[in-house]
């Protein structure tokens, strides 16, 4: 069993910048493909981004391209979400997961098997 623990969360202007980090333990995480997804009050969880086990691959929705960064370093076990020109609209909870597989199959949160507590990300306007 996987053990993700995500930090980096808070609160900051429109404009702003934060970086979250996924630790893990447990399983290899080497092996899986990781992703950032997010929940806003009253809303559905909803896919942010993801990369491959190699880091190699990386894909993004539409809302965050251009402005949010995934990465990993698989040596230190952890991912990262680099998020630039943040919006309100990006105000949520904030988890990572990890992948059933080495390689992206979805954005379905069904396509991810072990879950974070999750971190807010605030951003005031």
């Known amino acids: 069993q996987v053990q993700l623990v995500e930090s980096g969360g808070g609160l900051v202007q429109a404009g702003g910048s934060l970086r979250l980090s996924c630790a893990a333990s447990?399983?290899?995480?080497?092996?899986?493909?990781m992703g950032w997804f997010r929940q806003a009050p009253g809303k559905e969880r909803e896919f942010v981004a993801a990369i491959n086990w190699s880091g190699g691959s990386t894909f993004y929705a539409d809302s965050v391209k251009g402005r949010f960064t995934i990465s990993r370093v698989n040596a230190k076990n952890t991912m990262y979400q680099q998020m630039n020109s943040l919006k309100p609209e990006d105000t949520a909870v904030y988890y990572c997961a990890r992948a059933g597989g080495n390689y992206y199959s979805g954005p379905r949160p069904t396509d991810f098997r072990s879950w974070g507590q999750g971190t807010q990300v605030t951003v005031s306007s």
């Open positions: 447990g399983r290899t995480f080497s092996d899986y493909a």
